[in-house]
């Protein structure tokens, strides 16, 4: 009972990285396709990209959300290979995950919440003078993705 005990830590361990590089890679692949979504509108209606931009808020608002995505990913892809070793670092997707539930953007919230429930086994070091690095540029994204979602609450409202 415990061989399968280990063999079943040993085999999320490796899992929990692969859902972690997923979870990168959802952000991009978003970012990709929402700014393919705003190239084919630019191509359709004929209009350059600024003016886009000023004749539809929700499509600027989205845009720096995509910016966002594309930072907090390149950060996670960045710091992957000691990413896993404080519990601070995986608290911060819990968070990031709640940021990505209230933009409305479904699919990296649930890669959020899954890469944070596979990180349950990794053991605790001691961060490094990188985590507080890590946590200061996630507050600030923290901060932009709050006000991108309270851009998009009083555009609906008005």
């Known amino acids: 009972?415990?061989?399968?005990?280990?063999?079943?830590?040993?085999?999320?361990?490796?899992?929990s990285k692969k859902i972690y590089v997923m979870n990168y890679l959802i952000l991009f692949i978003t970012s990709l396709l929402y700014a393919l979504y705003v190239a084919i509108i630019k191509t359709t209606k004929g209009i350059d990209f600024q003016e886009l931009l000023k004749s539809s808020p929700y499509t600027s608002i989205m845009f720096i959300?995509?910016?966002?995505?594309?930072?907090?990913?390149?950060?996670?892809?960045?710091?992957?290979?000691?990413?896993?070793?404080?519990?601070?670092n995986r608290s911060i997707l819990l968070d990031l995950s709640i940021c990505q539930l209230i933009i409305g953007n479904i699919f990296s919230f649930f890669a959020f919440v899954a890469t944070f429930l596979s990180f349950k086994y990794f053991p605790n070091t001691k961060s490094d003078k990188k985590t507080s690095h890590l946590v200061s540029i996630v507050i600030i994204a923290n901060i932009f993705y709050g006000l991108c979602f309270l851009l998009l609450i009083r555009l609906t409202l008005s």
């Open 1 to 15: 009972m415990n061989r399968v005990a280990t063999n079943l830590k040993q085999t999320l361990l490796i899992n």
């Open 65 to 88: 959300v995509i910016l966002l995505n594309v930072l907090v990913g390149y950060i996670l892809w960045i710091n992957s290979n000691n990413f896993f070793n404080s519990k601070k």
